[in-house]
């Protein structure tokens, strides 16, 4: 089975502090992904990566941004945080090419910022 | 634009009865569509998708789909509603043109509520 981890489940950051999520995926996908989720809004696409060192901007990638180093982790970084960031934070992998694209998702990070 | 629409933000239905979430979408080409469901604080698992091939998937727990394509629809259904299948449901396609990378549009999720 695919797993992909998150380092945090619940995590309380102050404004202007930087932060750190941090995604690692198991079955050497080539995608990663990071959404926000946030009610009625769904998942927003936040950047994604489709190699090492590789990234793209999602849909609302102002005020973060990604490193991917290594295959298997992937991380997000808020540079300065702001209540309008408090949110719910998915990562997900997949592994490209025809007849796949299914995505499989970490636990979630529910970020605070106070 | 490309966009995934789930009409309604919550379904209530008894246990035992059949269900059903409703998705429609618009992209270019041919759509690849999935469902996911997440349970609460936690993240979304896969139940189904549609490539190609027959119209009818089935899935993971008992839902099905079907895709229509005149409709531009892919609505969820379970025969038999059970209390466990609460939970968010999400309706996506892949983006047109993004076949390498495999980048989704979410619609906004639907609640189901199956009561005893």
């Known amino acids: 089975d695919v797993k992909v981890t998150q380092s945090s489940r619940y995590l309380v950051k102050r404004t202007g502090e930087k932060v750190f999520l941090e995604c690692v995926q198991d079955?050497?996908?080539?995608?990663m992904f990071w959404y926000r989720q946030d009610p009625g809004l769904g998942l927003r696409l936040i950047y994604f990566?489709?190699?090492?060192?590789?990234?793209e901007k999602g849909d609302i990638p102002e005020g973060y941004s990604v490193s991917r180093e290594k295959k298997e982790r992937f991380s997000l970084i808020l540079e300065s945080a702001s209540t309008n960031q408090t949110s719910m934070y998915l990562c997900?992998?997949?592994?490209?090419?025809?007849?796949?694209?299914?995505?499989?998702f970490g636990p979630g990070t529910r970020l605070t910022v106070t | 634009a490309q966009s995934v629409a789930q009409p309604e933000d919550q379904v209530n239905v008894a246990e035992g009865n059949p269900l059903t979430v409703k998705c429609t979408y618009s992209?270019?080409?041919?759509?690849?569509l999935f469902w996911y469901v997440q349970y609460p604080n936690r993240g979304l698992q896969f139940l189904l998708k549609?490539?190609?091939?027959?119209?009818l998937v089935k899935g993971s727990y008992g839902f099905e789909a079907e895709f229509n394509k005149s409709q531009t629809s892919f609505h969820l259904k379970k025969p038999s509603a059970l209390v466990s299948d609460s939970a968010l449901y999400f309706c996506?396609?892949?983006?047109?043109?993004?076949?390498?990378?495999?980048?989704?549009?979410f619609g906004q999720g639907t609640t189901l509520q199956v009561k005893p």
């Open positions: 992209v270019s080409g041919n759509p690849y």
């Open positions: 990566s489709y190699d090492v060192k590789m990234k």
């Open positions: 549609y490539i190609t091939g027959d119209n």
């Open positions: 079955m050497d996908h080539e995608n």
């Open positions: 996506a396609v892949v983006v047109s043109g993004s076949s390498n990378t495999g980048k989704l549009i």
């Open positions: 997900a992998s997949s592994r490209p090419g025809q007849g796949s694209y299914e995505q499989y």
